[in-house]
């Protein structure tokens, strides 16, 4: 059974900093491309940041320079490091998986930046 299980969210000031986890269970993790998307209210969800399996990363464009994912393929487990925090940033948090046509998703993690 497949299972990604975000935590670290929660409620943070603009400028100020969050670490998502994502611990994922059930997929051979090492060979997936593993993503950060969110959701704001109201809108679509967007992709935030990918990584793939030999560790290239790509950003939407307002989180270039502020934000950072990595992965620990040992661990099983995905990170989203957030600094600068904007109060655009806020949303639900979720951690995907994608391995050819398979894709899986987490329950997600809310994050809220207040003035």
């Known amino acids: 059974q497949v299972q990604l299980v975000e935590s670290g969210g929660g409620l943070v000031q603009a400028g100020g900093s969050l670490r998502l986890s994502c611990a994922a269970s059930?997929?051979?993790?090492?060979?997936?491309?593993m993503g950060w998307y969110r959701q704001a209210p109201g809108k679509q969800r967007e992709l935030v940041a990918a990584?793939?399996?030999?560790?290239?990363?790509n950003y939407e464009d307002s989180v270039k320079g502020r934000f950072t994912i990595s992965r620990d393929n040992s661990k099983k487990m995905v990170y989203l490091q957030m600094n600068s925090l904007k109060l655009e940033d806020t949303g639900v948090y979720y951690c995907?998986?994608?391995?050819?046509?398979?894709?899986?998703w987490g329950q997600g993690t809310q994050v809220t930046v207040s003035s």
């Open positions: 990584i793939t399996s030999s560790g290239s990363t």
């Open positions: 059930g997929i051979n993790f090492s060979f997936n491309v």
């Open positions: 995907k998986s994608t391995w050819l046509s398979y894709n899986y």
